[in-house]
């Protein structure tokens, strides 16, 4: 890369010039992967705190309901906080923040390696959250930044890369965690730094190029929505944030005990099940930004809510082989749509990339959070098997997409 495609030109017309320059570099890979790798890093050593509950369980004593207030501790400081994070920088750039924020999750790995009691445990629950909170909002912007036009893409990668490290992180804690105590928590440390460095060198990146990048990307920018089109847009996208993230949270939580009830598997057995799907998760999350790029994202959304509804509405009827068919179906189809759905809401509200990555990216931790509790008490009082008849109507609220006005209207 030359100082010559990212710096701004000196022409009589340089929007032209620039908006040129940024087609000739197109989608930055590096930049793009490093975020999404920075993601996984992050989104593994989220995942690794549910997965050690079990742990501090023991260890402390605890009740279920104060295992509750920890992950309820996490899901607010990760969540809560990410639009407004998001509203400051788009106001007041903080470059450093990125890494900074990561120093935020290093030091809670530290306290949670360390915590002697319950108390130490909520405040170690909390600094991981914030670390998330400042994470999400402000590696999606990088990841917009260096993606050439191409929104769609470069946000799916981004987000495979917190798909894969969720997957990750799990299995990592039952290797390292489970079997040597809670002191082996520190062992993600190595993680954290890991991702300081490729946090620092993205925000160097971001202090040469990233003011020429986002000029460029603006001439090509979509004319955004009024204050009415503003709000109309975000009830719809929160009505299907809803619906997609409380029918995946009933198979990530209670996939394992559905099928362990209904077929009599073993829990072995229906782990592979989960894993299948999971993988299916992260194909389709990959596959729906490059399609949004090419057909627009509304199409990407009605595909991914309406083409999943068939599906759904049979898995609760069907037998042990086409429950397998039919979730890694489910997986493909749906998880496509949280790409299109922040672009589509960046698109919608121009210049406010971080604050509406950051109240996407809340609204699925705080959905998934909340609607896999209400399932679960659901399921104590009604059975995990009538759960799944129930929530295999929800993709038809994806009926709610033809509310959605248009944001892909050329400037005037």
Known sequence: MTASTTTLPESPAPAAALAAATKHQGFLLPIVGGAAFAHLLNDMIQAMLPAIFPLL???????????????LVYQVTASLLQPWVGLYTDKHPKPYLLPSGMVMTLIGIALLAVANSYAMLLVAAAVVGVGSATFHPEASRIARLASGGRFGTAQSTFQVGGNTGSAIGPLLAAAIVIPYGQAAVAWFIFAALAA?????????????????????????HVQGLDRA?????????????????????SFTNYFTFY??????????????????????????????GPVGDRVGRKAVIWISFLGVAPFALALPHVGLVWTAVLAVAIGL??????????????EAVPGRVGMVSGLMFGLMFGIGGIGAAALGDLADTHGIVWVYGLVSFLPLLGLATALLPDTRKPRG
Do not use: D
């Open 57 to 71: 369980k023991t260890n402390f004593a605890l009740s279920f309901g104060q295992i509750g207030l920890i992950a």
């Open 196 to 220: 300081i460095y490729v946090l620092y060198r993205l925000t160097l990146w971001v202090k040469q190029h990233g003011q020429a990048k986002a000029k460029g990307l603006a001439t090509s």
């Open 259 to 288: 099928l362990i009830e209904r077929f009599g598997v073993s829990v072995q057995h229906s782990q592979m099940f989960l894993f299948m799907f999971l993988a299916a998760v992260a194909a389709g999350t990959f596959a729906g």
């Open 333 to 346: 189809v749906m998880s496509s749509a949280f790409a299109a759905m922040v672009v589509y809401a960046q």
């Open 229 to 249: 089109g503003v709000v109309r847009a975000v009830a719809v996208i929160c009505v299907l944030m809803f619906a997609k993230f409380v029918y995946i949270a």
